[in-house]
């Protein structure tokens, strides 16, 4: 039997390219997972650089910190929310940063994880990623009105289906609670007719997606992440996002361009609220994987990357 240990494969990796700086530098891998960016960015770090591993779950930032071990950089490890990130830096005494990478979505250790992250696996619905997230995904699906999970499964999924499932899941809570993955999937499968399940992902990936969003407030914390990690990028500084669906990519562009274009004053009159532009955004179109790395790697299919600049504004 071979002893291969099978990591995370990670999406995008070129664009770890955009954090390569001829300068010792620090770098944050917001989301290192078992570390598949963090070694690419190792690698191409100048000898004494420090490279910054943050994950919500401590046993992966382990397996980070052993897999850039062979690198000459300073390795620190933070356990945490990057909802936080500036703040966790901070803490450390970190007050300026070189690059900042965000590989957000689920890692192939959730996917098999007992979190009911992925309905390929019959698991209890809790999709907690953490202690911030107060309740599960079970809690959720028990105790929200069939507006409010209706607006979940169509702001945060854009599922079309989005009422009729809330009905579904309200109606059969009232015989029995919802709690296992294996139970969502199958009335999402009931709810919606066959011809209109989408041709390229199981039809209820979009409300399970839809969920962990709403059970983790990842939505609001990769913006409030944003906007908190970039007035400690130093000029020339870049954030890489990458992101695995509409929502995520639609959060991370109006953050962006929230930053890169803050005057709020009418277009044809001199700006009078002060407020100058942060960044730059060096991709407008988004980086997109490769028809070859979607073939090797199915999770790169919906994988979108953007990159901006911190400038100086004096
Ligand atoms: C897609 S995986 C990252 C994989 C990693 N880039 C690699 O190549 O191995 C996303 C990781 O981000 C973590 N994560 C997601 N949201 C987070 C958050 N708000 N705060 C901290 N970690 C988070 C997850 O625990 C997971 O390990």
């Not at 960015?41 to 420090?50: C, K, Y």
């Not at 409300?207 to 969003?213: D, E, G, H």
């Not at 790395?293 to 400038?311: G, W």
């Amino acid at each position: 039997m071979s002893t291969e240990t099978i990591y995370h494969n990670p999406v995008l990796i070129e664009t770890c390219d955009y954090l390569r700086f001829p300068h010792i530098s620090t770098v944050v891998d917001a989301t290192a997972g078992e570390g598949g960016h963090s070694v690419r960015l190792a690698q191409d770090m100048q000898p004494g650089s420090t490279l910054v591993l943050v994950d919500a779950v401590p046993e992966r930032l382990e397996i980070a910190r052993r897999r850039v071990s062979d690198y000459p950089v300073q390795c620190i490890l933070i356990t945490g929310n990057f909802r936080r990130l500036a703040e966790l830096l901070k803490e450390r005494g970190i007050e300026q940063v070189d690059g900042v990478l965000y590989d957000q979505g689920l890692s192939s250790a959730d996917l098999v994880s007992d979190r009911g992250f992925s309905f390929q696996r019959d698991a209890p619905l809790d999709m907690r990623r953490d202690e911030t997230a107060s309740r599960s995904a079970a809690d959720l699906l028990r105790e929200l009105s069939q507006a409010e999970l209706a607006r979940i499964f169509r702001d945060l999924g854009d599922e079309k289906w989005a009422v009729p499932i809330a009905r579904a899941i309200v109606r059969t809570r009232k015989l029995h609670p919802i709690t296992r993955t294996s139970e969502l999937k199958a009335l999402v499968e009931r709810v919606v007719p066959r011809h209109a399940w989408p041709p390229d992902v199981h039809v209820a990936t979009r409300v399970m997606m839809a969920l962990r969003y709403a059970v983790n407030d990842d939505i609001n914390a990769i913006k409030e992440s944003i906007r908190g990690i970039v007035p400690l990028l130093r000029p020339g500084a870049r954030v890489v996002v990458l992101s695995y669906s509409s929502t995520e990519d639609r959060a991370v562009k109006v953050v962006l361009r929230e930053l890169e274009s803050p005057c709020t004053c009418p277009k044809k009159l001199p700006c009078v609220c002060g407020r100058k532009p942060l960044i730059r955004v060096l991709t407008r179109r988004g980086i997109r994987p490769t028809p070859e790395e979607v073939e090797r790697n199915h999770r790169a299919r919906s994988a979108v990357a953007r990159v901006a600049e911190r400038i100086t504004n004096a």
